[in-house]
């Protein structure tokens, strides 16, 4: 049998991680099938793969069927989050934030044209808003992405406006460079963005950027409450909490706060 052509090899690389991002998204597991029929591969294929990844620690099967991410993912995982420096000190900072506002605190950045999870704090309430650490969400759908956007010159605005579009995930979700323009000048007057049930309708997000040594928006840390908590009237109490806890961090950090353009 002739070896396995490149093409062939790469395909099966993505086949294979994109089944890994697949079980990532789901904390209760998924069934051989239910896998096959979500990336589109016959069973076989996806069974072959699978007890691959399992043989390298990737992934796992339990006793009822249900296949789950493996110990080995979490490592190498954990290799990415440990060059992250603003990790560890940011912890305390967003368990403060949480236990001040009551609401779920979180950690991101912007990551190839979208806002990254890195961290989080959840909220104590039964009824809260969570996006576990990895989740993907558009910049302008983010107040995380939003408070990171407004630091940069408008210029850099628009190129990434019209690199990736604007997605209308709700009513209230920006829906042109107007729009969004008008928003980046609101949040540098006033030091924070707001989600305002932009991503997900009866979720509010609060956010405010944190400044690296050299001038740089290295992250951003928000609140993300349900709608009926975090109401308008409460938006801008909120937000100077949210406010003082990036200054905190930043100052932990030893950074230094550029002045945003308007």
């Known amino acids: ?42 069973i076989s294929t996806t069974h072959r793969m699978l007890t691959t990844l399992e043989d390298r620690g990737f992934a796992q099967t339990t006793a009822d069927g249900l296949w789950h991410v493996g110990r080995r993912a979490f490592a190498v995982g954990g290799a990415y989050t440990r060059r992250l420096s603003f990790l560890a000190p940011a912890q305390p900072v967003l368990r403060r934030l949480r236990d001040e506002t009551r609401e779920t605190a979180n950690l991101g950045r912007i990551e190839e044209g979208e806002v990254v999870t890195l961290a989080q704090s959840e909220s104590r309430e039964i009824m809260r808003a969570i996006a576990a650490p990895g989740g993907h969400t558009p910049v302008m759908n983010s107040g995380i992405g939003k408070a990171i956007a407004a630091t940069w010159p408008d210029a850099a605005i628009a190129a990434h406006v019209a690199r990736y579009g604007l997605r209308p995930m709700t009513r209230n979700a920006l829906g042109s460079i107007e729009a969004v323009m008008a928003q980046m000048a609101v949040i540098r007057t006033r030091g924070y963005a707001v989600d305002d049930e932009e991503f997900v309708m009866g979720m509010r997000c609060v956010a405010a950027v944190v400044w690296s040594p050299e001038y740089e928006p290295v992250c951003a840390i928000s609140i993300s409450g349900l709608a009926a908590r975090v109401t308008p009237d409460r938006v801008a109490e909120i937000g100077a909490i949210v406010r003082r806890s990036a200054e905190a961090l930043t100052e932990i950090l030893g950074g230094r706060a550029a002045i945003l353009e308007d």
């Open 1 to 42: 049998m002739p070896p396995p052509s490149e093409n062939t090899t790469i395909q099966s690389v993505t086949r294979a991680l994109a089944l890994l991002e697949r079980l990532a998204l789901t904390e209760n597991g998924m069934r051989l099938s239910d896998l096959a029929k979500a990336e589109g591969l016959a």
